[in-house]
């Protein structure tokens, strides 16, 4: 059941975060921004996940994996529902760099979780299964949102379906069975 719940849980994350990396550029020229602009939004993201890489692995350290992975899909699920709301290049900048902070803990957590739940005995094998879990998510999302984008000519719809299934991600990591040894509640 944990490697279920760990499954659907990145597949959520790649869903989202792959989604973003895809279209958000095309979002931000849709609202009128040059090009220079909303590529510097997935700057914003590439610096913010060096940073969520460090901070959220070294909050590994202190709070455990599994309440880190809940923090990191918190902070991404608060991203996603502002970017509902961001209209404004400063509005679509602070969204960069909250995604990015919880893009880069997603990555740096799954040997960390996987270490934690399952032990080191099937850890590449194990690693290997939600790693993949991941890019499947990482490869629906964003087809699914563009082509939701190409029927309706907006991202509306596809950025609450992220918020959903950011939900979804962040319900999987609820569920999880904290392991008493080494993920503290």
Request: charged fraction near 5%.
């Amino acid at each position: 059941r944990q490697l279920w719940l760990l499954a659907i849980s990145f597949f959520c994350v790649g869903f989202s975060v792959f989604t973003i990396i895809v279209h958000i550029v095309i979002h931000a020229t849709g609202l009128g921004f040059l090009a220079t602009n909303a590529v510097s939004i997935v700057s914003i993201v590439g610096g913010a996940n060096i940073v969520g890489r460090i901070v959220m692995g070294s909050a590994v350290d202190r709070i455990g994996s599994r309440s880190t992975l809940i923090t990191s899909l918190i902070i991404m699920l608060v991203a996603v529902v502002w970017l509902q709301y961001a209209k404004e290049l400063w509005m679509l900048h602070l969204f960069a760099a909250i995604f990015g902070v919880s893009y880069g803990a997603s990555f740096v957590l799954v040997p960390l979780i996987v270490g934690d739940f399952f032990g080191l005995s099937s850890l590449g094998v194990i690693v290997g299964l939600i790693n993949a879990s991941l890019t499947t998510g990482g490869t629906v999302g964003p087809v699914l949102i563009g082509y939701i984008f190409d029927v309706t000519g907006s991202y509306q719809s596809g950025f609450l379906i992220l918020a959903i299934v950011s939900v979804i991600g962040l319900v999987m990591a609820l569920l999880l069975k904290a392991n008493s040894t080494t993920n503290p509640p």
